[in-house]
């Protein structure tokens, strides 16, 4: 278990100066439990790089709204009639 000090220690530099967040801190910085985050990740296509750490700014557009989740990507993909579809001009 983590001491309070240890918590407020790691929510200030991971909300401050680190640009790629660890598992922990990311939960820290969004407020979510491991699962909730995973699962929020999973849905708006967020992932992990190579060494395991999170892009603050990909977590920033995530909590603000600004990316759509990837089903709802998907139906405006494939919605009929949508402009720039697959028909060519004649």
Known sequence: MT???QLWFTK???LCFKPWLKPDEAMIYCNLNRTQLLSRCRL???KKNSSGYFNREELNKMLSGEYISMAQR???LLKPGRAGGSKRGK
């Open 3 to 5: 001491r309070t000090y």
């Open 12 to 14: 200030a530099v991971a």
């Open 44 to 46: 708006f296509g967020i």
């Open 74 to 76: 998907w139906d405006e």
